[in-house]
């Protein structure tokens, strides 16, 4: 039996690197001839939850093995608050030189040979290790194929044009969409040349990988796939709904929050309860969490909310939001006397157990592709509320091209805008009506999604393919 050896890569956060680690789960429950190691870019700032991902990996995974890279200077904070995307390319590429080491030391010098490397998204600078050691590389793309389709537009599109995008500009014909995209809910690297400039090169760099590796199913973006038919696109593999349905829980205080929350869901009817969480990095300031809980009090629905508190302004520290401690301070007087009967108000909430409860009937979420496939899988329709980097083209996908979503806010510039109570408690009870299309498509597009990862699904067919091109590779030669 020919074994084999990958190499992964993530992006050090934890959105990325919880879907990243579905996959590699994936790859070996399906063909025991792979081992993987995983190659740790420690975070360039203090990420509590990441750490204790890791540690549970290289805890129970005998399969993959954890190597911790070196310590790198990162990009000054100045960078990261002018442009993510460039701190974040800046970062990664500052890591090549120990990435090639780390292979070259401890993969090379293995019996088992190495088939390719199973680089992030954002990690895409380490297709040139793969070049220089004589292996192939695969992009795992932890958003959705639309998205692959918009970064390969805009290399397409700057090739043409050469500048980034004017906040006038008009409506977008990309491919990967079904509608005309308005350039409102563009993310907000266009309009900005470092992040622009950034993301051009990720997408010149995806044409480069041997393969793309896409956390979507085929039923679910169609169109998107259709448009990839292009002599220039790598071959693209559907293998998802990646979804890890056991959760994760990061320590006793934890635990014993998380036990509260399904005690408490437990009491209530089927269907009764709307779910508001808005992801690792998710958070608003005192005056957008006050409209929220007036609109949660005049919508009469029983609330289970995620409040994290954003980072007073001024703050020159890059920091992660924290969970409110002093809710009395910031929600409305006497807010949560009036409302301890319906809704409970928690911190880091298990946002996959909590979906699969029979409670929840509707999830107000900050539409990041983690979210929206988990939200698929257990049937629950999102009011959409983006915040942040492509969580506006995302809803602009699931609200107008596929209706799968309701929309809350899509149109604003700026992610700080204050949405007002009534438009918030306006979105929530169409988000509960129980008999709603919306409802209905959802429930319909949960059970594709099942058929999709199981034998005769699509993703499964598609995972198949992959693991083919994968050992089918002439292997980079041991030491």
């Not at 990720?202 to 002599?231: M, P, W, Y």
Request: some cysteine.
């Amino acid at each position: 039996m020919r074994r084999a050896e990958l190499v992964f890569i993530p992006t050090p956060a934890v959105g990325h690197l919880v879907s990243i680690i579905e996959f590699a789960n994936l790859l070996l429950g399906r063909d025991d001839r792979f081992s993987i190691t995983l190659l740790v870019i420690n975070p360039p700032f203090a990420a509590a939850t990441f750490d204790a991902y890791i540690q549970s990996i290289a805890a129970s995974h005998t399969r993959i093995k954890c190597i911790h890279l070196p310590l790198v200077d990162p990009p000054p904070q100045e960078l990261f608050r002018s442009s993510v995307e460039k701190y974040v390319a800046d970062f990664i590429d500052s890591h090549k030189a120990h990435v090639k080491e780390a292979i070259t030391s401890s993969v090379l010098s293995d019996s088992i040979p190495l088939a390719g490397l199973v680089v992030d998204m954002f990690c895409t600078a380490m297709i040139d290790v793969g070049h220089e050691l004589g292996v192939p590389s695969y992009v795992f793309f932890t958003n959705n194929a639309a998205c692959l389709g918009f970064s390969l537009y805009l290399l397409t599109r700057h090739d043409q044009v050469g500048i980034e995008f004017s906040e006038s500009h008009p409506e977008s014909v990309i491919p990967s969409y079904i509608n005309p995209v308005p350039s409102s809910v563009l993310p907000s690297f266009v309009f900005h040349k470092q992040g622009y400039i950034s993301m051009v090169n990720q997408g010149r760099k995806l044409k480069e990988a041997k393969g793309i590796i896409v956390n979507t199913f085929h039923e679910l973006e169609s169109h998107a796939f259709r448009s990839f038919l292009d002599d220039g696109i790598p071959p693209v593999y559907a293998v998802g709904p990646l979804i890890n349905l056991k959760g994760q829980t990061n320590s006793e205080a934890n635990q014993a929050e998380h036990d509260k929350i399904r005690k408490w869901l437990d009491d209530q009817p089927p269907s009764s309860v709307v779910f508001l969480c808005f992801g690792s990095m998710g958070s608003f300031g005192a005056p957008q969490l006050k409209e929220t809980a007036l609109a949660l009090e005049r919508s009469g629905h029983r609330f289970l909310w995620s409040v994290r508190l954003a980072s007073p302004p001024g703050n020159d520290k890059i920091a992660t939001p924290s969970d409110c401690q002093n809710l009395e301070e910031v929600l409305p007087a006497g807010f949560l006397e009036r409302t301890r009967e319906i809704g409970l108000i928690c911190g880091w909430a298990p946002q996959v157990e909590v979906l699969a409860h029979k409670a929840i009937g509707g999830f107000v979420s900050h539409c990041g592709w983690n979210s929206i496939l988990e939200s698929l899988w257990h049937g629950v329709p999102i009011a959409a509320w983006p915040i942040y980097a492509e969580q506006k083209i995302n809803t602009f996908q699931m609200v107008r091209d596929l209706g799968l979503a309701v929309e809350l806010k899509l149109d604003c510039r700026r992610s700080d805008e204050l949405v007002v109570a009534e438009e918030i408690e306006k979105a929530v009870k169409c988000l509960m009506d129980g008999e709603s299309d919306v409802r209905k498509r959802v429930k319909e597009m949960s059970g594709k999604s099942r058929k999709a990862v199981v034998n005769g699904g699509s993703s499964f067919a598609s995972l198949g393919l992959l693991i083919e091109t994968m050992l089918g590779n002439d292997f980079a030669q041991t030491e």
